[in-house]
């Protein structure tokens, strides 16, 4: 490995855990959202409120990762299948393991901080098959 590669692979790192702090932010403005009643303080505001940022933050790190890891992309079908498995592979997984682990945080805290979470067992099923939740 030359040192051209390793120093790519640090910046690309650098980048991806901005993006993993940019989901935690996300993450953060959602728990704010299930509490019933949050408190009207300037330190909670500043812990939650940039929460909404991270949205922002995180689509725009992907599309650059995106285009930066696909840039010897040959455009054949072999190239795009090998591709779409890695992702589905590295990201369904994670998906349906942290959806389960939010569902039954979630129904613990309702019960121990009176949080609103107005989903259940069929509502997970529908999510883990990524199947909208709230088709009008």
């Known amino acids: 490995m030359t040192g051209a590669t390793i120093l790519e692979n640090k910046r690309l790192d650098f980048l991806q855990a901005f993006r993993g702090i940019s989901a935690l932010m996300v993450t953060v403005l959602h728990i704010r959202i ?3 009643n949050p408190p009207s303080n300037s330190l909670y505001d500043w ?3 940039p929460g909404a940022a991270g ?4 689509f725009i790190i992907s599309g650059f990762i995106m285009v930066y890891t696909t ?3 040959d455009g054949s079908f072999q ?4 591709y779409m498995v ?3 592979s590295r990201i369904v997984p994670v998906y349906m393991v942290l959806t389960l682990i939010y569902w039954m945080a ?3 805290a309702s019960d121990v901080v009176g949080s ?3 989903y259940g067992l069929k509502d997970v099923i529908k999510s883990l098959l990524f199947y909208p939740l709230n088709v009008v």
């Open 86 to 88: 890695k992702r589905i």
């Open 106 to 108: 979630m129904l613990i």
């Open 116 to 118: 609103e979470f107005g």
């Open 55 to 58: 949205v922002d933050l995180f």
């Open 47 to 49: 812990l939650f409120a």
């Open 34 to 36: 299930h509490q019933n």
């Open 71 to 73: 840039r010897d992309n």
């Open 79 to 82: 190239y795009f299948y090998s």
